[in-house]
């Protein structure tokens, strides 16, 4: 064989028949017509070079031609990205007007009554919720929609692609934007406006929400503070209340005697003053804040007023009574006067009972105040929910529009059930439910009696604690000696030497990079730079320390922050580094990397942002969010999101679970209780995932029955749910799958869809037929999930671990 292709004819004549037999011809110069034609299409929807060059290669495949040299695709794609953004320019230039284009230059210069350009104020980020706030936010608002710029048609372009170019409007300040051709300034402009507008929408409604709920919240606190201070007068009138009720409760007292006794036991005198003071004490029968609730009618008139006079408000036919009532405000500030008495015609039909008692303590009265208090609660609920929709918006949109379309559903449908664990007809999947949750059943009640870690009294599953497990002393000698063999390495020689190993520096790419190069050798000084930068935001260092310590320009730090440290190319690299990491045959010994668990922590945050929140959970009154980690069983970290501390961690489970984007195969998902929920159950089995939570309360947890027989059995007292409405499963079975497909596959994020799912409250019309569904699928966790949950809890084999100092006393309970 050493001798082959000694004659190059042979080497030749053998490619050539290898091509032939494979059905490949090679790269022709007429070939590159029909490529560029297809790059440009493609460049109008991405930008990425790196991305064009790989869609090239795919093209190349599917036509059968072998690939020609590197630096011929790169031209190609190069040629791609220049026409495609001449065009996207002439698209734009097109439909702007000479008005228009004054107003957008206009925003590049210095505004008077500002330090800065009107462009660099639209920049900015919403601070936290108040008054003042929101009025900033609405003349951002008007201030774009006074520019006209905002319904120009750019659908022409992906929606990927303009927010590519908001991106860099995020990133430039006018004096750059200057430099630009006019035609790719006002590009770049109009996808910035056209994102902006959404995103302010979005931080009005946001800050809306926070501010009515601010006002619920300080007046139930009032009310229990007011509480509080009475206790002593409240507990002196218990006392003379209680003395009262003995002498009127003694039956050896005559029935004549009993005021002469009351008044010997307590003088007149003071029994009436006792009983003028409890006025002032006593609460509503049902403990409402109605009285506390009023008080701040002024401060919601002061922000809800303009609110509502500059945001259009849409809804479903659930929300039509609260939308009835917003069109009744309108028409009062056209035709004045306005608030002081409600006319008859009033809408009330919004209120429920609780408000409808004290809003219309009478036929004839109707208190203006208590009902727009009324309504700005129920404006609350169902922007939550997805009722009241909002023109203009990314977050309270309709909600199909989150869905897969009917007809991209029924193209997508075979391929969803042919990857689907289950059966795809629903009859079949639910009897093999049944199954299940029978033979688990059978299982735990065979082995009751043994069981010595569960049981039940009074109708309450009670676990016993298991015994601390200490570390061996051995174990610790062991781990002792592995430490000391581990080298110490300095931060900034480790990232260099991982990259070494792995060039995830090339990942950090500027969003105008012509071509996808490898970076290590090009720029040494950027190289230093972004991994001076890393080390800054991951060891939390400002940028001024970092030149300090580093020798770097901190204008040059501060630089490769802007324009390469950005989500995309950090997520990138993650990606990268995990997915190495995964490849390693060390990693396989500590797990398959088929199981993750996730938790959230918080971190206190200065700056007074919109959404960084209080936690009511932690004693702290100290603003901050919530870093969301997963971590894998080999040790890896696969994802990462920044999300509010108020709200709980489920909402970002299925996040990441399904958008990890690695190659690690997870497919069972562990969290703590705060990253629990019955619909994140239903959510996981139908996306063909476990979801095994470690819940604290674990007793107290409602399980649902198959039948009806399984309440009669030994376990039957925990069976409190209601029985599997099998029914409602089917006539709902293809809408579940929709929903949990367009989760799959990023039409919608799970944070978005399960905090709406969450804060359902009416569930009537035809409308929610796609809300209610995933409710159903909360159901199917009785054969799917919760039957895992009573293995896991009572049977012998399924042992609970956990410290005897936990708080988590069903830690590692469910398998």
């Not at 307590?266 to 609460?283: G, N, T």
Request: glycine residues 4%.
């Amino acid at each position: 064989m050493t001798t082959y292709a000694s004659r190059p004819q042979t080497r030749d004549d053998h490619v050539a028949q290898i091509r032939t037999y494979l059905g490949l011809r090679s790269y022709a110069a007429a070939d590159s017509d029909a490529l560029r034609t297809y790059l440009i299409q493609r460049a109008m929807h991405r930008d990425d070079a790196g991305v064009l060059i790989a869609e090239a290669e795919d093209w190349l495949r599917r036509a059968r031609i072998l690939f020609p040299a590197v630096s011929t695709l790169q031209r190609l794609v190069g040629y791609a990205r220049m026409v495609a953004e001449e065009q996207i320019q002439q698209v734009v230039m097109r439909q702007l007007q000479p008005a228009q284009i004054a107003n957008l230059e206009a925003l590049l210069t210095r505004s008077q009554g500002r330090r800065g350009s009107t462009f660099a104020w639209l920049k900015t980020a919403a601070p936290a919720a108040s008054v003042n706030a929101i009025g900033e936010l609405l003349s951002k608002r008007a201030t774009i929609l006074a520019l006209t710029v905002t319904d120009l048609d750019l659908r022409v372009l992906n929606r990927n692609r303009v927010r590519q170019f908001a991106q860099l409007g995020h990133s430039y300040h006018a004096g750059s934007l200057k430099r630009f051709d006019p035609p790719k300034r006002y590009v770049i402009l109009v996808c910035l406006l056209q994102d902006l507008i959404q995103e302010v929408t979005d931080d009005i409604i946001e800050m809306l929400d926070v501010l009515i709920g601010r006002i619920f919240s300080q007046s139930e606190k009032e009310r229990d503070e007011e509480f509080k201070q009475q206790g002593k007068h409240i507990n002196a009138k218990l006392i003379l209340f209680r003395t009262i009720t003995a002498i009127v409760l003694d039956r050896d007292i005559p029935d004549d005697q009993v005021r002469q006794q009351a008044f010997g036991a307590i003088p007149a005198e003071a029994l009436q003053r006792a009983y003028d003071e409890s006025a002032a004490l006593v609460q509503p029968e049902d403990f409402n804040i109605f009285a506390f609730v009023v008080k701040r009618y002024s401060h919601l008139r002061s922000f809800l007023v303009d609110v509502l006079d500059a945001i259009p408000f849409t809804g479903t036919d659930a929300a039509r009574p609260t939308l009835d009532a917003l069109a009744f405000i309108n028409h009062l500030d056209t035709t004045k006067p306005r608030w002081k008495k409600l006319p008859p015609e009033v809408p009330l039909s919004f209120l429920d009972d609780r408000w409808r008692s004290v809003v219309c303590p009478s036929p004839d009265t109707i208190d203006h105040q208590l009902w727009m208090l009324g309504l700005a609660e129920q404006l609350r609920r169902q922007l939550r929910s997805a009722d009241i929709l909002v023109p203009g918006s990314r977050q309270h949109r309709d909600w199909e529009s989150y869905l897969h379309p009917q007809a991209a559903w029924a193209e997508r449908r075979a391929n969803w059930f042919d990857a689907w664990h289950g059966s795809p007809n629903v009859d079949t999947y639910l009897d093999h439910v049944a199954e299940r949750f029978a033979a688990a059943l059978k299982q735990v009640e065979d082995t009751w009696e043994e069981n010595s870690f569960a049981r039940i009294e009074d109708g309450q599953l009670v676990l016993s604690r298991d015994e601390k497990i200490e570390i061996p002393a051995s174990a610790k000698a062991l781990r002792k000696a592995i430490v000391e063999l581990l080298p110490r390495v300095k931060l900034p020689a480790l990232l260099i030497e991982v990259n070494s190993w792995l060039p995830f520096r090339q990942h950090f790419t500027h969003p105008n990079a012509d071509m996808r190069q490898p970076a290590t050798g090009r720029d040494v000084l950027l190289d230093m730079c972004i991994f001076a930068v890393i080390l800054a935001q991951g060891c939390n260092l400002p940028l001024a320390t970092m030149a300090e310590a580093s020798g770097l320009s901190y204008h040059k730090l501060v630089h490769t922050a802007d324009w390469y440290m950005r989500e995309a190319t950090i997520r990138q690299a993650i990606i990268a580094l995990v997915d190495y990491h995964h490849s390693l045959p060390l990693a396989a010994t500590f797990g398959p990397g088929t199981s993750a668990m996730s938790d959230g922590i918080r971190f206190g945050v200065t700056a007074r942002s919109l959404y960084a929140r209080h936690n009511p959970r932690l004693p702290t009154r100290t603003r901050g969010v919530t870093v969301y980690d997963m971590t894998s069983d080999q040790g890896s970290q696969p994802y990462l999101d920044v999300i509010r501390c108020d709200i709980r961690e489920s909402a970002a489970v299925l996040d990441a679970a399904l958008h990890h984007e690695t190659e690690l195969p997870i497919k069972e998902h562990f969290t703590d209780t705060h990253g629990y929920t019955e619909l994140i159950f239903g959510l996981f089995e139908l996306e063909s995932r476990i979801f095994s939570p470690r819940i604290r309360d674990l007793p107290s947890q409602i399980l649902y029955p198959m039948e009806r027989e399984h309440r009669r059995g030994t376990l039957g007292p925990l069976f409190r749910g209601p029985r599997i409405n099998r029914a409602h499963i089917r006539a709902n079975w293809d809408e579940m799958h929709r929903i949990a497909a367009s989760l799959q596959d990023g039409t919608v994020t799970a944070q978005l869809l399960v905090s709406k799912l969450q804060a359902f409250k009416n569930w009537g019309g035809s409308s929610r037929r796609s809300q209610r569904c995933i409710i159903s699928a909360t159901r199917i966790i009785a054969g799917a999930s919760t039957t895992r949950l009573i293995r896991a809890s009572c049977c012998m084999p399924w042992r609970a671990r956990y410290s005897s100092g936990s708080k988590d006393c069903s830690a590692n309970v469910i398998t």
